[in-house]
């Protein structure tokens, strides 16, 4: 079974709750399943994990691993590792993340790795998440939406994988905006456009808890290309 970087079009287009979505999906089907978030940001939590996607991801994947296993760097600042690690002057650990995974691979038969942001969000200064991707030697699965403007967004990522030469498992169109595309016709033209497997589109959830997850992924999921 091969692990997966979950990447995105933008930030907030839902890589963390398709991730979680996979992670209760995969846990149901009897696989171990690990998670993991290289870098997160923003301000901490004032309970538990610091982390919100951490916490997500821990609680649909049921982890027991320790949070700076599975997010070794935090920044308490909303932006990309790049810029968040110039502001607040603290070095950004890529050592550390790529240790981690490698712990994390070994310790679980498939690893769904968050990314932060899209495929083109600085780590270091010529270093994106890109190269994290290359380094993890991951396929991508990239999530997008439909609001007017993902046709771009989605062939800019798929070029950038192509140029990088990172496998892409698939697209997974996350169809919770009011407006935009109908499905038929972004799944259609995605398609055709970018050569790419749509895995399946998830609806608007309205209670965005593991049991709707696990239900919408179930029926809207093409689990068999997930678990490749
Ligand atoms: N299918 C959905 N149904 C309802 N709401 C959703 C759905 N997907 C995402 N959302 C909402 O959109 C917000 C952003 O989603 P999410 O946190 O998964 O994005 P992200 O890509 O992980 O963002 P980041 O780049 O910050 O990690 C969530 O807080 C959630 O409320
Ligand atoms: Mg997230």
Not at 204 to 228: G, H, Q
Request: proline letters at 4%; hydrophobic letters at 40%; a positive charge.
């Amino acid at each position: 079974m091969k692990s997966l970087f979950i990447t995105g079009t933008d930030t907030d287009v839902g890589k963390t709750y398709v991730a979680a979505g996979l992670a209760v999906t995969l846990r149901k089907m009897n696989i171990d399943v690990g998670i993991m978030k290289p870098f997160a940001a923003g301000s901490p939590q004032k309970t538990g994990f610091k982390s919100e996607d951490v916490e997500i991801l821990s609680r649909a994947g049921q982890i027991s691993d320790p949070e700076n296993l599975v997010n070794p760097q935090f920044f308490k600042m909303s932006a990309s590792p790049y810029t968040a690690s110039k502001n607040l002057k603290i070095p950004v650990k890529v050592s550390s993340v790529l240790l981690s995974f490698k712990k994390l691979s070994k310790k679980h038969s498939m690893l769904l790795v968050e990314g932060m942001g899209g495929i083109m969000t600085p780590i270091l200064k010529n270093y994106f998440v890109a190269n994290l991707i290359k380094e993890m030697k991951l396929d991508a699965l990239i999530v997008t939406r439909t609001r007017v403007g993902t046709i771009n967004h989605t062939i800019m990522t798929c070029q950038m994988c192509k140029k990088y030469k990172i496998p892409i498992r698939g697209i997974i169109i996350n169809n919770f905006d009011t407006d935009g595309y109908q499905l038929k016709t972004l799944k259609r033209d995605l398609k055709s456009l970018t050569g790419i497997p749509i895995l399946g589109t998830i609806p608007y959830i309205e209670n965005l808890s593991d049991t709707a997850l696990f239900k919408s992924f179930k029926k809207n999921i093409n689990m068999n290309l997930i678990i490749k």
